[in-house]
T-cell receptor, first 113, second 116 residues
Framework: KQEVTQIPAALSVPEGENLVLNCSFT??????LQWFRQDPGKGLTSLLL?????REQTSGRLNASLDKSSGRSTLYIAASQPGDSATYLC????????????FGKGTTLSVSS | DAGVIQSPRHEVTEMGQEVTLRCKPI?????LFWYRQTMMRGLELLIY????????DSGMPEDRFSAKMPNASFSTLKIQPSEPRDSAVYFC??????????????FGEGSRLTVL
């Protein structure tokens, strides 16, 4: 059964710092991996989608990498800002599980000014 | 596009009452998912539909839960009777893409359910 783990559960950094959020999954047979952002009391907003054949995706200050063989992904945030404070979740579509995304529990990021 | 629309945003009810949550997916999306989010268990898939047909309902916790999708633009999740342990945020999400497993998933704002 596919399991997705995100470490750390919470992270606090000062504004301007570059940071990395980690995601690991137990079964490397995946179709894709997606990173989301969730603000308190809100839904999930898709940030980046990486197909299994890709190594990374970039959007603005965000860069997500995928190492499928080792079951790992990282989300790199450059020059963090207070507006980046949110919970970040990663999710995979597992070959075994089929179409639905399987989520980690997220990393809650706090960026102080 | 208005995105995935869910209603109600908040629902407070008493144990034993029937609860109906509603979802309108993004037009043209052929997959619809219902998720439940709690602090303890995170996001859990309850059920998903493809072209209005339920494909996998193995995540539905009990027979008290049921879901329907009568047409491409509307889905409901019903809990009858509700219990305090059903308190959670329920999310609806929809997706389309070149193939079944490669599309980006879009979420609604969620329905926060509190059962007293």
């Amino acid at each position: 059964k596919q399991e997705v783990t995100q470490i750390p559960a919470a992270l606090s950094v000062p504004e301007g710092e570059n940071l990395v959020l980690n995601c690991s999954f137990t079964d490397s047979a995946i179709y894709n991996l997606q990173w989301f952002r969730q603000d308190p009391g809100k839904g999930l907003t898709s940030l980046l989608l990486i197909q299994s054949s890709q190594r990374e995706q970039t959007s603005g200050r965000l860069n997500a990498s995928l190492d499928k063989s080792s079951g790992r992904s990282t989300l790199y945030i450059a020059a963090s800002q207070p507006g980046d404070s949110a919970t970040y979740l990663c999710a995979v579509v597992s070959v075994q599980a089929g179409t639905a995304l399987i989520f980690g529990k997220g990393t809650t990021l706090s960026v102080s000014s | 596009d208005a995105g995935v629309i869910q209603s109600p945003r908040h629902e407070v009810t008493e144990m034993g009452q029937e609860v109906t949550l509603r979802c309108k997916p993004i037009s043209g999306h052929d997959y619809l998912f219902w998720y439940r989010q709690t602090m303890m268990r995170g996001l859990e898939l309850l059920i998903y539909f493809n072209n209005n047909v339920p494909i996998d309902d193995s995540g539905m916790p009990e027979d008290r839960f049921s879901a329907k999708m009568p047409n491409a633009s509307f889905s409901t999740l019903k809990i009858q009777p509700s219990e305090p342990r059903d308190s959670a945020v329920y999310f609806c999400a929809s997706r389309s893409g070149p193939t079944v497993n490669t599309g980006e998933l879009f979420f609604g704002e969620g329905s926060r359910l509190t059962v007293l």
